[in-house]
């Protein structure tokens, strides 16, 4: 069994600094209910050329983020990719209780090659959500590119209700560039609606946890979460931002539990009506 390299003091979040596909085969953890991930996408360009580019190179417009950590994994081709995502789809799947769900994250580039791979690795593919990040520019005479995709699928049949009934399509303007910690960073709207489909006390694993916004999305909605990262900083970022949000869980934990005792009785009125 692979030991994480670190482990929350109530032992809810347990994080791996290695590639996960020498990790995930070695895990003896809880049966996970959710996937939720966003692997490098090794897109970035219209040519093969483009791949090779650095993350910064393809990713970052000059004088809209500040400069950021480069990332490993962005520059497979086609066939590597398929056969990539295909692998660690598996691993990620023998650890699921059934019915549990993946969520991967995909530009408009990968989504073809993503959904064979979710059905190479023995889930079931379901469905399309689509991210639309408003204020993106816009171009003349062309679709604009203001959308990125999670590709939905289930270890066999339905049978994890998540916490809520999310709409497949989802709206959220992107993080600015003072704002990432991680070039790829998703924001925690969206890292919220993805947890959703989880169902409720059910484990979140995420096998690329870059800046771990699903890991904090999944402490706040009560979940344990178990991450993976290769890269030290991103590794060592997650740990900082974990830390920091299991510190707020007794204070929001409170708030709320004084929002019942003095709007309950108004919302289960409401609820009557």
Not at 150 to 177: I, K, R
Request: glycine fraction near 10%.
């Amino acid at each position: 069994m692979s030991k994480p390299d670190w482990v929350s003091d109530c032992g809810t979040v347990k994080l791996w600094l290695g590639d996960c596909l020498d990790v995930l085969p070695t895990l003896e953890i809880e049966p996970i209910a959710g996937v939720i991930t966003d692997p490098p996408y090794s897109s970035g360009g219209a040519f093969r050329g483009d791949r090779t580019l650095s993350t910064i190179g393809k990713y970052v417009q000059t004088g809209v983020q500040t400069e950021r950590m480069e990332f490993t994994g962005d520059n497979r081709d086609q066939r590597a990719f398929l056969a990539w995502c295909s692998l660690w789809m598996l691993a990620t799947r023998r650890l699921c209780d059934t019915g549990a769900v993946l969520c991967c994250f995909s530009d408009w580039r990968q989504v073809p090659t993503i959904t064979d791979a979710i059905q190479c690795g023995g889930w079931v593919w379901r469905n399309l959500a689509t991210w639309w990040k408003p204020g993106c520019r816009m171009q003349k005479g062309r679709f604009s590119q203001s959308a990125e995709y999670v590709v939905y699928g289930t270890n066999g049949p339905h049978g994890m209700d998540g916490d809520c009934s999310p709409q497949n399509v989802f709206s959220c303007a992107t993080l600015s560039g003072e704002d990432k910690d991680h070039i790829a960073e998703k924001p925690s709207q969206v890292a919220a609606w993805l947890v959703g489909t989880v169902r409720e006390g059910g484990a979140v694993l995420d096998p690329f946890m870059g800046s771990c916004a699903f890991g904090v999305a999944s402490v706040r909605a009560g979940r344990s979460f178990y991450g993976i990262d290769c890269d030290p900083y991103s590794f060592d970022l997650s740990v900082e931002r974990i830390k920091a949000e299991l510190g707020r869980a007794p204070l929001f934990k409170h708030l709320q539990s004084q929002q019942q005792d003095l709007f309950g009785s108004s919302l289960d009125a409401c609820d009557e009506k």
